[in-house]
Nanobody, 122 residues
Framework: QVEIMESGGGLVQPGGSLKLSCSAS????????MAWYRQVPGQEREFVAS???????NYADSVKGRFTVSGDTLKNTATLEMGSLKPEDTAIYFC????????????????WGQGTQVTVSS
């Protein structure tokens, strides 16, 4: 059983920054991609960013230049640093693991965390 835990969500003003952290318990080390997704209630969950074991990063167009994903796939940890936050970034953010190198589709995710709320509001 793989458990993924996120932390770091909260309330932040527009233009502010927030950092999310993720750790996963798994028998696989250094072969899985760590990824972030987000979901607004009533809408489909969407890809945000990923980091694979080659060190390659991938971002959704909506967060490029504002968000940075980092981590250690050998230790199954990941961090999402979010800057220049906008109200439309408000969502539940999920950490995930995948065996795909750039898992943008939900069907490519193998394990999900429970999510952490990020609210951008003045």
């Amino acid at each position: 059983q793989v458990e993924i835990m996120e932390s770091g969500g909260g309330l932040v003003q527009p233009g502010g920054s927030l950092k999310l952290s993720c750790s996963a318990s798994t028998l696989f080390f250094g072969v899985q991609t760590m990824a972030w997704y987000r979901q607004v209630p009533g809408q489909e969950r969407e890809f945000v960013a990923s980091l694979n074991h080659f060190g390659e990063t991938n971002y959704a167009d909506s967060v490029k230049g504002r968000f940075t994903v980092s981590g250690d796939t050998l230790k199954n940890t990941a961090t999402l640093e979010m800057g220049s936050l906008k109200p439309e970034d408000t969502a539940i953010y999920f950490c995930a693991q995948s065996f795909y190198p750039q898992p943008e589709k939900l069907t490519q995710v193998d394990y999900w965390g429970q999510g952490t709320q990020v609210t951008v509001s003045s």
